[in-house]
């Protein structure tokens, strides 16, 4: 058990408030840049999708679960970033300009799309999302001359000064580096005035406008720069796919994306990694498990998603803080052990529910 | 003649078929504590709303400082140096105390996005700036315990606090408390006169407020507004107002004819 003696305000705002995270972060950092020399090419290529989903994540995460606008499209959003990228890409467009495109397209996207968040809260704005969602997946079967329609669209290798980074090496290397200073960003984002604007308009619309919090620019802002780390995702997710069809961002994407950041824990940003993280070593340790159980059970149809829908279940039910709240726990347990107790993380009922003004 | 602080004008507003504020006008001048009274439902909160702008009223208009503010949004009211609490508590709830109060000090952001988001040199001295202006608060309403306590977890008399910090970090012209003695006990509603008291006299800021315990309304209020059914009945000091036959007609009841 430790205790941090603070003596500058600076402690509070660094990204690494003691040495113990910046060691740990860095002991992170180490296994990233160790991982290919350790790990098969196939679970590599599993942790580079890791990465791009925690980059949609990412900015799910921002919109969702820091500005409380919970988006049922934001596979759309993956869509515009993957086709721009693609289609710039086979116009010749170097990749360090194409990249920032792509985030471009679907921030302006989201802006667009945001523009309903001013006036629709809640379920009618998830509502909202989701239509659009449906109405992009049909734009990019339509627009057969830049989408190659619903017969898909190839997409070429990936050629940065010259070094290929369609090798799946590099490309890990590729979609680290970009996570990594994504979250950064976000990070930076949520110690700051923006970030604080955010967790305002989620908790309280109303006192945050008597704040001086101008509401329509920053629920604009929350759409158009999760919207855009959804288009960086989506670039790097063309080049890692390397045909992309029209029904990969479909509403089940959407869903899915939904469901990681709500696994990984709403509210944090160690959940936007965790979630995907879990989504793809749960379904591999399936996969695996499968082939241990008899034959009658273990070639069942269905198995699969039976078995992984009743996980996702039993955390959701078990665990509302989602994994960044059980990972919580877990570390308070270490930190003050042996003076744990169960009911440590168990919220007081709020006694008096406000009534909020509409 | 200087000009009132707020001035309200002629102000009505009608919900529906109800006339919740109707021809209600009185000006509060700098560095006073003006208390609103008066029954539930006499439109006292509503008034409230009006002067920050979340409500447009129907007829009339609110001027600061000689500017109309009834037609801005909210959050440029609010800009103008108009700081206020809520009957209910609208605190955010999911954010440290700490968090909370430095949200007051986002009126005077001068950073964009972008620099946030790259968190720049002058992104980072404007946070050890504000930390330290809120640290002044956290001083000023003895918070140092809370500082770093999740807002849902606090007893309900802490939290009437850390709303009234929140407001008081915006550094205000004008403080519009609702009803802060509700829900405290009789030690604590002596703490919040006695703050109210220094935030007149040492902070300077002027102060409109709604209560329904008169001996709070009496000990720190200059003048009262008494209100019943959205119109006025009188103005005036608290001993004037609360010796006003119709200030106890309605609050008690009508002699029956």
């Known amino acids: 058990m430790h205790f941090i003696f603070k003596t500058r305000y600076a402690q509070d705002i660094n990204l690494f408030r003691h040495g113990g995270q910046t060691f740990w972060y860095a002991a992170l950092a180490l296994a990233l840049v160790a991982a290919p020399w350790l790990l098969s090419e196939y679970t590599l290529s599993q942790f580079t999708f890791i990465g791009i989903y925690a980059i949609v994540c990412l900015g799910l995460m921002l919109l969702a679960g820091f500005t409380g606008q919970v988006s049922l499209g934001h596979a759309g959003f993956l869509a515009m970033g993957a086709y721009t990228e693609a289609y710039l890409q086979a116009n ?36 909202a999302t989701l239509a659009f969602g449906f109405i992009l997946e049909e734009v990019v079967v339509q627009a ?45 984002l949520l110690r700051s005035p923006t970030g604080r604007a955010f967790v305002a308009i989620r908790d ?26 959804a288009g960086i995702a989506g670039a790097l997710y063309a ?44 379904q591999q340790f399936i996969v695996t498990g499968k082939d241990w159980l008899p034959p009658a059970i273990g070639q069942q149809t269905g198995l699969q998603p039976t078995i992984f829908g009743i996980i996702l279940i039993a955390i959701v039910l078990f665990e509302p803080m989602g994994l960044y709240g059980r990972w919580l726990k877990f570390r308070t347990f270490l930190e003050i052990f042996p003076f744990y107790r169960k009911g440590m993380f168990k919220r007081q009922k709020s006694y008096m529910k406000s009534e909020r003004m509409k | 003649m200087t000009t009132p602080m707020l001035e309200a004008v002629n102000l009505s507003v009608r919900f529906g078929g109800l006339m919740a504020v109707n021809d209600v006008s009185f000006s509060v001048w700098p560095n006073e504590v ?11 909160t509503t008034i409230f709303n009006l002067i920050s702008a979340l409500y447009r009223p129907t007829a009339g208009e609110v001027r600061f400082e000689g500017e109309v503010i009834s037609r801005m949004p909210p959050h440029v009211v609010a800009r103008h140096g108009i700081a206020r609490t809520f009957q209910n508590i609208e605190l955010f709830e999911h954010a440290t105390v700490l968090q909370n109060l430095l949200v007051g000090r986002h009126c005077h952001r001068h950073t964009g996005w972008w620099q ?47 709303e009234l910090a929140r407001a008081l970090s915006m550094r205000p012209r004008l403080l519009l408390l609702d009803e802060p003695s509700s829900g405290l006990n009789t030690e604590e509603t002596e703490d919040m006169g006695f703050w ?35 119109e006025v009945l009188t103005l ?7 010796a006003h036959p119709g200030v106890i007609e309605a609050y008690l009841g009508g002699v029956e004819a």
């Open chain 1, 92 to 127: 010749g467009w170097p990749f360090m300009i194409s990249l920032p495109m792509s985030a471009l397209v679907a921030g302006i996207t989201g802006i667009m799309i945001g523009l309903p968040a001013l006036r629709v809260k809640g379920m009618y704005l998830s509502i």
């Open chain 1, 144 to 188: 057969e001359s830049i989408t190659g329609g619903n017969a898909g669209r190839q997409v070429g290798a990936l050629i940065i000064g010259g070094i290929n980074f369609d090798d799946g090496v590099n490309f890990y290397f590729l979609v680290t580096g970009i996570a990594v200073l994504c979250i950064l960003g976000v990070l930076n």
């Open chain 1, 204 to 229: 309280s619309e109303v006192s945050a406008q008597s704040m001086g919090i101008n509401l329509a620019h920053y629920k604009t802002t929350a759409f158009a720069i999760s919207a855009a780390l």
């Open chain 1, 239 to 282: 080049h890692k796919i390397r045909i992309i069809t029209p029904d990969q961002f479909g509403f089940l994407q959407s869903i899915e994306l939904l469901m990681m950041v709500v696994i990984g824990g709403l509210g944090s940003i160690q959940g936007a990694i965790f979630g995907p993280a879990f989504w793809f070593v749960v």
């Open chain 2, 34 to 44: 003006f208390s609103l009274i008066g029954p539930n439902g006499a439109g006292k």
């Open chain 2, 116 to 162: 946030d988001m790259l968190f720049t040199g002058s992104v980072r001295r404007a946070e050890l700036e504000f930390r330290r202006q809120v640290e002044e608060v956290i001083e000023f309403l003895d918070l140092q315990h809370y500082r770093d306590s999740m807002v849902a977890g606090l007893p309900y008399g802490v939290r009437k606090v850390v």
């Open chain 2, 196 to 230: 109210i008291e220094d935030i007149k006299q040492d902070l300077g800021i002027t102060v409109i407020m709604v209560e329904h315990d008169m001996g709070l309304v009496s000990r720190v209020s200059d003048r009262v507004l008494a209100l019943n059914l959205g």
């Open chain 2, 236 to 242: 005036g000091t608290p001993e004037e107002v609360q």
